[in-house]
Every structure is written in C-alpha cells, then in structure tokens.
C-alpha cells in the first residue's frame, strides 16, 4: 500500500514524501521583498516532499495585503534566490505561488493610488490588510474596475514572465498558479464576479478562458512538468460564488489535462475552515474522474483540515499528495511528527501575520 512517506514524482519535481507544505501567508515582507529570515523559516521546512511559498504577488497590480512579497523587482528576486538556496542545501524541493488578487486589494496598496483590477466592476464583500501605524488593519477592499479585452493579454504576459523569473532568476523548482479562493483567475471563473459579456465572461468556457490562456503561458515558458495548479471548487474566500460549480471545474480540469501539468492542487471545502459546506455540495471524485478521463497524468494534490489518519486514508484511496497548511506552519519537522505518531505544535494564530520570528521561525522541532 501507498503511504505518505514514500518518494513520487509530480511533472518533473521528484519529492522524497507525498507531504506539502500548502501556501501560506504571513506579511513579512515589507517592499515586497522577502526578510532574510524567510531562509531559514523554509529552510526548516525542507523535509516536506514539496513546498509552497506563500502567495506572492506578479505585479505591483496583483498585489492585495500589505507586506506580502512579490516576484517582479530585482531586489524581490535576489532575496527569493536566497531562499531557494537556503532550502536546496537543507535538501528540500520549492515552487513559489503566482498571484494576482485582482478585486481583492485596496486602493492604497495600488500603483498611483488607482482602482484595483476585475473582471468586472463588481465590490467583494471582503476585507484586506493595511498597515497603520505599524500595526495591521482590516479595511473593506476598495471598488475595482473592469479590465479591458485589451489588458488581458498583458495579464497573461505578466504571469507568463513571473514564472520565467521564478525558474531562470529565483532558482524556484517550479510555479503554483494561485487560481483559487476568489482572486483574479478564480472571480473570471465565477458566475457572481463575471459579468463580462466578451469573449472572456457568459459561458463556463469563456469563463474559463483567462485561467487556461495563463496556465499555457505558464507551461510555454516552463515546462508543464514545473507547473501546478491550486483551485478551490466551493470555498466562500474574499466573496467567491458560482452558480454551478461543479460543470465548471470539471470543464478546467479537462482542460488542464492537456497540458502535462506537475499537480493539480484542490481545496476541498471552505478554505481554513469546513471541509463540508452544507449548501455548496462538491463531488470532488467526480473532478478527479474528470480529469484523468481527459489524459491528465499530473499528481492529484488534496488539502483542506488533514491530519495524519485523514491523510493516509486519502493516499490509499489514490490521492498522490497531501498539502498540509496551519500543522506546517507551528511544526517545522511535521513529517517526522507524523510517521512518529507524535504530539504537534498548537499553532499561536496571534502570530500568522505580520511580526518577526516569534510564531515564525521558533517552533520547535522533537527532540
Ligand atoms: C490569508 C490571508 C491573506 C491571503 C489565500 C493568499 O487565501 C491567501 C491569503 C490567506 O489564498
């Protein structure tokens, strides 16, 4: 039998385990420009089979919370190269997470103080991070506009060069897409978001149109054995809603089969909450039959509230990975932990945004 302590590949990535460390977001990243602690905070996390960087901005446009980092100035990449390198040494495997928020920003966090970008001019009824004071603050993210047709190659142009920059630049072992929990990609997906009457709104294909133009940049650029993908079928995050989503998903997926991805990476459930949501079912079976169906060979990551007996029950059912977030995050020894069977780290929630070491880099490992 499968456990989650055997080696895989995923695309090209060759993993020692099938645990990841699930993109995680801690605004410490004044300028953009990763603290020179991030080395050691993922250099400690170097025993997982992959890891995923926190969501990092491709543009000073995609960016949406104060103090995340970006991937599109000199000085952000030199310090993601210091980071890479910090985890190669320790032995471990790291893409980094492309991200472009679109609605979800603030006007403040935006270049020349502008509206932040959707696909339509539609409010999400969510909050963002500012720093005031130097403390962080949570506002109403601020009315965005719609892009035009014209921009959208733009958009996929900039994804396209962050990921080259991540890979030739950065030294990153491969990308995540960031098409989930309700920003940019994910509000052109959704019925609620999209009100676009172009080529790129109306129909789950049209709807769809953006995230695959992106995911084939991507993979032009990098290879789709680099490249994975995170998606997030039901979750509610920064206002997200769809009509009918299981069409929809099973349509992206299909679509992604084609294109030699490493992994596809699913949120079952609410993000950070419920992996069951009473009035938005999901036959996440039934994706997957999806898109195995239509060719795809990538790994099939799951994540959403796993621990060890959940995990292993997925493993043997056929998933191939396992994306642990908050046990990552106060357990930098997590995979030790659980083929131990040992006790794990409370998380200090006080501590996962913004701040410095405490409740980063100083949990500490068994003995
Ligand atoms: C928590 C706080 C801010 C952003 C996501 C990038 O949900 C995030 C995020 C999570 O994907």
Redesign the pocket.
């Known amino acids: 039998m499968t456990t989650l302590f055997e080696p895989t590949k995923a695309g090209d990535l060759e993993l020692a385990n099938r645990i990841v460390m699930a ?1 995680l ?1 801690r605004n410490r990243s004044p300028n953009a420009i990763p603290p020179d602690i991030a080395q050691t905070y993922y250099a400690q996390r170097a025993s997982a089979g992959l890891l995923i960087t926190e ?1 990092t901005a491709i543009s000073h446009q995609g960016q949406g ?1 104060a103090d995340v980092p970006g991937l599109y100035g000199t000085e952000q990449l030199d310090s993601w190269k210091k980071v890479t390198q910090a985890v190669h040494e320790a032995g471990g495997k790291i893409v980094v997470q492309l ?1 472009h928020v679109g609605r979800v920003s603030h006007n403040e966090l935006q270049p020349n103080g502008g509206k932040p970008v959707a696909p339509s001019a539609i409010t999400a009824k969510t909050k963002t991070v500012l720093i005031r004071d130097g403390k962080a603050v949570f506002v109403d993210t601020s009315a965005p506009r719609a892009l035009d047709l014209e921009e959208l190659p733009g958009i996929v142009h900039t994804y396209q060069a962050a990921a080259r920059n991540a890979v030739e630049t950065a030294g990153f072992d491969g990308v995540e897409i ?1 098409g ?2 309700g ?1 940019l990609l994910d509000q052109f997906l959704r019925s609620d978001s999209n009100k676009r009457t172009d080529d790129y709104g109306g129909s789950i294909k049209n709807r769809a149109r953006l995230l695959l133009e992106v995911t084939r940049a991507v993979t032009d650029a990098i290879g789709g054995g680099r490249t994975g993908i995170r998606l997030s079928p039901v979750t509610p ?1 920064n206002d997200a809603h769809d009509a009918d989503p299981q069409p929809l998903f099973e349509y992206v997926v299909k679509h992604l089969a084609t294109l030699n991805l490493a992994y596809i990476h699913i949120i079952e459930g609410m ?1 950070g909450g419920p992996r069951e949501i009473a009035d938005r079912p999901f036959d996440y079976a039934a994706l997957k039959q999806a898109y195995r169906t239509a060719g795809g060979k990538g790994a099939w990551m799951v994540n959403n509230g796993y621990n060890k007996a959940l995990a292993e029950k997925a493993v043997a059912d056929g998933a191939d990975l396992v994306a642990f977030g908050v046990p990552f995050l106060a357990n930098p020894d997590l995979p030790a932990r659980l083929k131990a069977g040992a006790e794990l780290n409370a998380p200090d929630k006080s501590t996962f ?1 913004g701040g410095g070491a405490k409740g980063y880099t100083d949990y500490p490992t068994l003995a």
Do not use: C, G, I, L
């Open positions: 993109p977001t969501a919370y991200w960031h989930a929990n920003y995050s993000t945004y």
